[in-house]
C-alpha cells in the first residue's frame, strides 16, 4: 500500500527567500505525482503534474522534481512571496489508487 | 466553464439522517472522484467513476454510495450519517486517458454530524 509524506508539516520564511518542499513515497510503482496548493478552507488547486517518465516540471517560480528510484519528489518554490502562504499538498498515483501526503503549511513573512 | 462545482458548501446533520453532496463538471471529462479530508490529514479517496454507469471503491468506501448517470454528475450518498463521518468532502474530475491523470477540483462541502 502507497504511503504519502511530507516533512516539515509547518515551515515559515521570509520573503524572498528560495525554498524546497519535500514529498516522499513508499511505492515507486507510480503513473504521475501531482502537487496542489490549498487556501485555509478552499479546495484544492493543481500546480504541477510530473509523469513517471519525467523528470521534473516547472510553472513560472515552481519547480517540481521527481526521483522514483529514491522515492522522492520536491517543489522548488523561487523568490518566495507572501502570496504563496497555504498548504502544499503532493499525491502520488498508482493503478486506480491515489494517495495524499498531509500536506506542508507555508507562512511566507513579509 | 464553470468547472467543479459542489452544493451545499456546508451542512449539519444529525445521527442517523441520510443526505447527498452534489457534484457536476461542465468539462466532459470522464473521470470523476470523491474524497474526504480531515483536520490536518491528507485527502482519501472514498469513490471514483471511470465515466456513466461505471464506479469502483476507493480506499475509505463504507457508510457511503455513488452513482453516475450521466457524464456532468457525480453525487455522493450518505445514508446513516455518523459523527464519524464529520469532515470536508472534495469532488474532482479529470479530462485525461486514466484515472491518474491530473485532476481538478471543486470547493468542497463541511459536513458536521452531531
Known amino acids: 500500500k502507497q504511503e504519502v509524506t511530507q516533512i516539515p508539516a509547518a515551515l515559515s520564511v521570509p520573503e524572498g527567500e528560495n525554498l524546497v518542499l519535500n514529498c516522499s513515497f513508499t511505492?515507486?510503482?507510480?503513473?504521475?505525482l501531482q502537487w496542489f496548493r490549498q487556501d485555509p478552507g478552499k479546495g484544492l488547486t493543481s500546480l504541477l503534474l510530473i509523469q513517471s517518465s519525467q523528470r521534473e516540471q516547472t510553472s513560472g517560480r515552481l519547480n517540481a522534481s521527481l526521483d522514483k528510484s529514491s522515492g522522492r519528489s520536491t517543489l522548488y518554490i523561487a523568490a518566495s512571496q507572501p502570496g504563496d502562504s497555504a498548504t502544499y499538498l503532493c499525491?502520488?498515483?498508482?493503478?486506480?489508487?491515489?494517495?495524499f501526503g498531509a500536506g506542508t503549511r507555508l507562512t511566507v513573512k513579509p | 466553464n464553470a468547472g467543479v462545482t459542489q452544493t451545499p458548501k456546508f451542512r449539519i446533520l444529525k445521527i442517523g439522517q441520510s443526505m447527498t453532496l452534489q457534484c457536476a463538471q461542465d468539462m466532459n471529462h470522464n473521470y470523476m472522484y470523491w474524497y474526504r479530508q480531515d483536520p490536518g490529514m491528507g485527502l482519501k479517496l472514498i469513490y471514483y467513476?471511470?465515466?456513466?454507469?461505471?464506479?469502483d471503491k476507493g480506499e475509505v468506501p463504507n457508510g457511503y454510495n455513488v452513482s453516475r448517470s450521466t457524464t456532468e454528475d457525480f453525487p455522493l450518498r450518505l445514508e446513516l450519517a455518523a459523527p464519524s463521518q464529520t469532515s470536508v468532502y472534495f469532488c474532482a474530475s479529470n479530462g485525461g486517458t486514466g484515472v491518474y491523470n491530473e485532476q481538478f477540483f471543486g470547493p468542497g462541502t463541511r459536513l458536521t454530524v452531531l
Open positions: 499525491a502520488a498515483y498508482n493503478n486506480n489508487d491515489m494517495r
Open positions: 467513476s471511470v465515466g456513466a454507469g461505471i464506479t
Open positions: 511505492d515507486s510503482a507510480i503513473y504521475n
